[in-house]
C-alpha cells in the first residue's frame, strides 16, 4: 500500500463479480492514483469476488452479511482510511474518465468551509441500459455551492430540504477530519442525504460538482422498483418532511417517452417497443407506490412504520443480472 495517501476510496462489497474489475481499473486510471489508497468493505461474497481483488493494490476488509449497514460500514471505511479526504463509491459504478477524482477534489477549492464533494451518476448509451435513462446533458455542467445553519435549513420548504441533500455516495469525497466529526448515521438507506442534513446543521458547506461522474446503471423489475420508491419516499418524508405528489406516469409523460424513443436512430422498432414496455412497468410500479405511500402516512405514522417495516426491512437490492 502507498505510504503517502491524499485520497482514501471506500467501497462496500457483495458479490462484485460483474462489476469490481472495472470499478477499480477506472481508479487506477486516475491522474491521482499515486496519491490513492483503496479499501474494500466485504460483506460475505460468495463469488469470485475475493479472487479478483487479489489481482488488485486493495486492502480488504471482511464483516459478516448481519453486520452491514449502509452508515456504519461506511463509517468502518473511515476508520481504516489514511489519507485526507475520504471518496465513496459502490461496486458496480466506474468513473468516466481519467479525472474524476480530480475533479471532486477541486470542489475544496471553492472554500475552506466545504465538507464533502458530490459528482454525478450517468448512464452511457449502451443498448442493453433504458435508453430513457440515457446522459443528455442539457446544458454545460458547473458547481452549485450549498451552505445553512441550522436555522436557515429549517426555514427551507421540505421539496428545498430534499432539494439541498441530493448527496449521492455512488460518487462523494469528504473531508476526512469532517467524517471523524460527523460520522454517518445508523441506516437501512438514504445515509447519504441524512449527513448532508447533518453537515448543514453543523454549519458546513457542501458542493455539486456534475462534470465528477460516474457510470452507474441498475436494470429493475417491477418489485425493486416499487419498494425502493416506497423506501425513497419514506426516508425522504422523515428525514425532510417531504411528501411526492400523486400525480404520475400522465398520458403527456407517455407521449414524451414515445417521442423520446423514437427520436432514438440507434435502435430497432423491436427495441423501441422493449424500452417502452420497460419504462410503463416502471412508471405504474413508482405510481403505485407514491399512491400506497400517501394513503399509508394518511392512516398514521405508526401505520406507515410498520409497513415500510415488512415492505423494506431488508433494503430493496436491485437485480443483479445487469450492471
Known amino acids: 500500500?502507498?505510504?503517502?495517501?491524499?485520497?482514501?476510496?471506500?467501497?462496500?462489497?457483495?458479490?462484485?463479480?460483474?462489476?469490481?474489475?472495472?470499478?477499480?481499473?477506472?481508479?487506477?486510471?486516475?491522474?491521482?492514483?499515486?496519491?490513492?489508497?483503496?479499501?474494500?468493505?466485504?460483506?460475505?461474497?460468495?463469488?469470485?469476488?475475493?479472487?479478483?481483488?487479489?489481482?488488485?493494490?486493495?486492502?480488504?476488509?471482511?464483516?459478516?452479511?448481519?453486520?452491514?449497514?449502509?452508515?456504519?460500514?461506511?463509517?468502518?471505511?473511515?476508520?481504516?482510511?489514511?489519507?485526507?479526504?475520504?471518496?465513496?463509491?459502490?461496486?458496480?459504478?466506474?468513473?468516466?474518465?481519467?479525472?474524476?477524482?480530480?475533479?471532486?477534489?477541486?470542489?475544496?477549492?471553492?472554500?475552506?468551509?466545504?465538507?464533502?464533494?458530490?459528482?454525478?451518476?450517468?448512464?452511457?448509451?449502451?443498448?442493453?441500459?433504458?435508453?430513457?435513462?440515457?446522459?443528455?446533458p442539457m446544458s454545460k455542467p458547473a458547481p452549485v455551492v450549498h451552505s445553512f445553519d441550522a436555522v436557515s435549513f429549517q426555514n427551507l420548504s421540505p421539496e428545498e430540504k430534499k432539494a439541498a441533500c441530493g448527496w449521492d455516495d455512488v460518487t462523494a469525497m469528504y473531508k476526512k477530519s469532517v467524517l471523524e466529526k460527523i460520522p454517518f448515521r445508523k441506516t437501512s438507506f438514504a445515509e447519504d442525504a441524512l449527513w448532508a442534513k447533518d453537515a448543514y446543521a453543523a454549519g458546513y458547506t457542501l458542493v455539486y460538482n456534475p462534470v465528477a461522474s460516474v457510470y452507474h446503471y441498475h436494470h429493475e423489475n417491477p418489485d425493486y422498483t416499487y419498494k425502493r420508491t416506497f423506501t425513497v419516499l419514506y426516508h425522504m418524508y422523515r428525514y425532510f418532511g417531504y411528501k411526492p405528489v400523486e400525480s404520475y406516469n400522465t398520458f403527456i409523460s407517455k407521449l414524451r417517452l414515445i417521442k423520446l424513443l423514437w427520436k432514438e436512430s440507434s435502435l430497432s422498432i423491436r427495441d423501441k417497443w422493449k424500452w417502452y414496455n420497460y419504462n410503463n412497468r416502471a412508471r405504474a410500479s413508482i405510481a403505485s407506490a407514491i399512491k400506497d405511500f400517501l394513503n399509508t402516512l394518511n392512516k398514521g405514522e405508526q401505520v406507515l412504520d410498520a409497513t415500510h417495516e415488512a415492505l423494506c426491512g431488508i433494503p430493496p437490492v436491485a437485480p443483479s443480472a445487469q450492471g
Open 1 to 136: 500500500m502507498k505510504d503517502c495517501v491524499l485520497i482514501s476510496v471506500v467501497i462496500p462489497v457483495k458479490n462484485g463479480e460483474p462489476w469490481i474489475e472495472n470499478c477499480l481499473k477506472a481508479i487506477e486510471a486516475q491522474t491521482l492514483h499515486h496519491q490513492t489508497e483503496t479499501i474494500i468493505i466485504d460483506s460475505g461474497s460468495t463469488d469470485k469476488t475475493l479472487e479478483i481483488l487479489k489481482d488488485y493494490d486493495v486492502r480488504v476488509i471482511s464483516i459478516s452479511p448481519e453486520d452491514f449497514n449502509h452508515g456504519l460500514t461506511r463509517n468502518l471505511g473511515v476508520t481504516y482510511s489514511k489519507g485526507e479526504y475520504v471518496v465513496m463509491t459502490v461496486q458496480d459504478a466506474r468513473a468516466t474518465n481519467d479525472k474524476w477524482l480530480e475533479n471532486l477534489l477541486d470542489g475544496f477549492k471553492l472554500s475552506d468551509n466545504v465538507a464533502g464533494v458530490c459528482g454525478s451518476q450517468i448512464v452511457p448509451h449502451d443498448k442493453d441500459k433504458n435508453p430513457a435513462d440515457w446522459f443528455r
